[in-house]
């Protein structure tokens, strides 16, 4: 049984050949015609020499072409290595060069950066460059004359099981690194593997396209570009299913609504407030139909209360859905939010996925009431591309088995249910309390000024640091800094209140959505803030 990811999609062509599987701009592909130029894409690869094992890198905004390289790639046995089209050539430099990249498929725009890198990463010997509408000058090879040179034939050998799955990740606190899964685990825990909410496994590497024969399908919109988690693992386990997945080439919110609208999107996939806020905007200022809509699920940051409850209220007959998860855990658990329903303040409260808990910092799991670690066990990572040391850390025995642990913190909550508080690394240590960024930003984004919000820790001389937040109020509107200290203090406790505030137009964050920590961090000691609190003491 080949749980493999270019396996299970080729078992959805077979199934449904006619169906459309993905629709992008003016254009759109059938099962059958996304399998033949993946197919032609990687007979090309094949013919540079690349195959099992190889590292080929894809460098691309949403697009139909950037879909078929992730499927060639997978044909071949071969790794995808997602590249984040934000970087700057001293980080692409590094990405090639630590990935051990040998090929690069990109966008004619981005032409200029990688013929900048190329010279210090000798790995790579052959660049396939997608026609995206400029004129950048290229040296590559252009991908729709590479394609038409080859059959659309599906003549690959066996693939494992084991095949290596690499989402590189973190590249908001310091340079990407690269986690890695086996084909199966990363199906079990993101693909659809694991019925996320009966733990329930499949039975086989058919059971989606045997699922999506009984139904006609459904469309979905993943909103976050392919090079993040979030995207791939919205995209990848639809098409197993014969759903058919609309792409945009970037975000844009009115332009996300008119693609509803014009598909009849039944399932929109956000990454947190980042894109919920936007969307709730443009909703507003259109004239946008979007009843066909269901269902919208927040993956991967902060999806907070306010956000919540403005979209059950502004966007008819749909239900929300949060999950918690990262690159190196997985799927760790959702929660489903109905119109009415007690919110809470914080960060997502959601019930925990199978085999995920809460430890303490003995590696036991918690109590009720208790804060700890986050916690999965069953299929995990294999750990991070070419480091071991950092590898471990991620890892705890629990009970005599392995857990990944990456970093999360959360409380479990005395139903049982799990509250995520957000990352170890960028929490805050003020006056000997622990502080995380996210509970607060919540808070701070209920108030009705604030459109987006980031909160970090600055150097303070008595507390070691103090709660800083930069904030993007929305627009025509000024933040009134005593109501919003009040708003604030109301909430949350008092050593959780920024004491230091910068007013930004725009809040940093990676295309996803994630905010970028090192972009803030960077704000705060350039700028001086628009607002201070006169006294920073511990407990004020």
């Not at 934000?86 to 430099?93: G, K, P, S, T």
């Not at 119109?339 to 918690?366: F, H, L, M, W, Y």
Request: glycine share 10%.
């Amino acid at each position: 049984m080949a749980l493999n990811i270019a396996d299970l999609f080729e078992h959805a062509v077979d199934a449904f050949p006619d169906r459309v599987a993905i629709a992008c701009g003016d254009r759109s592909a059938t099962f059958a015609e996304l399998e033949g130029r993946a197919n032609q894409l990687a007979h090309h690869l094949a013919e540079q020499g690349i195959g099992r094992g190889d590292h080929i890198g894809f460098y691309s905004r949403n697009s139909i072409e950037a879909v078929e390289t992730l499927l060639a790639v997978y044909k071949l046995r071969a790794v995808p290595v997602n590249v984040n089209f934000r970087y700057v050539e001293n980080e692409l430099r590094y990405l090639f060069d630590n990935a051990d990249l040998v090929a690069v498929v990109h966008e004619r725009r981005y032409s200029d950066k990688v013929a900048a890198v190329l010279p210090d990463t000798p790995r790579v010997r052959h660049t396939v460059v997608i026609e995206d509408g400029t004129d950048a000058p290229h040296s590559g090879t252009e991908y729709e004359p590479a394609l038409a040179a080859q059959s659309p034939d599906r003549d690959f050998g066996e693939r494992s099981a084991d095949d290596l799955y690499i989402l590189f990740t973190g590249g908001t606190t310091g340079f990407p690194k690269g986690v890695m899964w086996r084909h199966e685990d990363v199906w079990r825990v993101l693909g659809g593997g694991i019925d996320v909410y009966s733990g329930e496994h499949l039975a086989d590497e058919w059971t989606q396209s045997q699922r999506g024969v009984e139904s006609s399908g459904m469309t979905r919109l993943p909103c976050a570009p392919l090079i993040h988690g979030a995207a791939q693992w919205a995209t990848l386990p639809a098409l197993f299913a014969g759903d058919t997945v609309v792409l945009l080439p970037q975000f844009d919110p009115h332009e996300v609504w008119r693609a509803v609208q014009r598909h009849q999107v039944r399932v929109m996939t956000i990454v947190g407030d980042a894109m919920a806020r936007p969307l709730l905007a443009a909703y507003e200022e259109g004239d946008y139909d979007a009843s066909s809509l269901m269902a919208i699920s927040s993956h991967a940051a902060l999806f907070s209360p306010s956000v919540k409850e403005q979209f059950l209220e502004t966007v008819p007959n749909v239900v929300l859905t949060d999950a918690i998860g990262s690159s190196e855990s997985g799927f760790q658990g959702i929660g489903i939010i109905m119109k009415g329903g007690e919110q809470g303040s914080g960060g997502p409260r959601v019930a925990g996925g199978p085999k995920t808990i809460v430890i303490d910092d003995d590696d036991n799991p918690v109590g009720p009431g208790e804060t700890g670690r986050l916690a999965r066990g069953g299929f995990v990572p294999l750990g991070y591309y070419k480091d071991p040391e950092k590898s471990a850390t991620i890892f705890a025995e629990v009970g005599g088995e392995r857990y990944v642990v990456p970093g999360d913190y959360a409380r479990l909550e005395e139903d049982g249910t799990i509250t995520l508080l957000g990352r170890g690394n960028v929490s805050i240590n003020t006056g000997g309390e622990k502080v995380f960024p996210e509970e607060v930003e919540a808070v701070l984004k209920s108030h009705e000024d604030v459109f987006d919000a980031l909160v970090v820790g600055v150097p303070d001389e008595r507390l070691g640091q103090r709660v800083a937040a930069l904030l993007a109020p929305w627009e025509g509107r000024e933040i009134d800094f005593a109501a919003l200290d009040a708003h604030v203090r109301a909430r949350l406790a008092a050593y959780k209140t920024p004491r230091s505030v910068w007013v930004v137009d725009e809040v940093g964050r990676a295309p996803s959505g994630k905010p970028d920590y090192r972009w803030a961090k960077g704000h705060t000691e350039e700028h001086e803030p628009a607002w201070k609190a006169a006294n920073v003491t511990a407990g004020a």
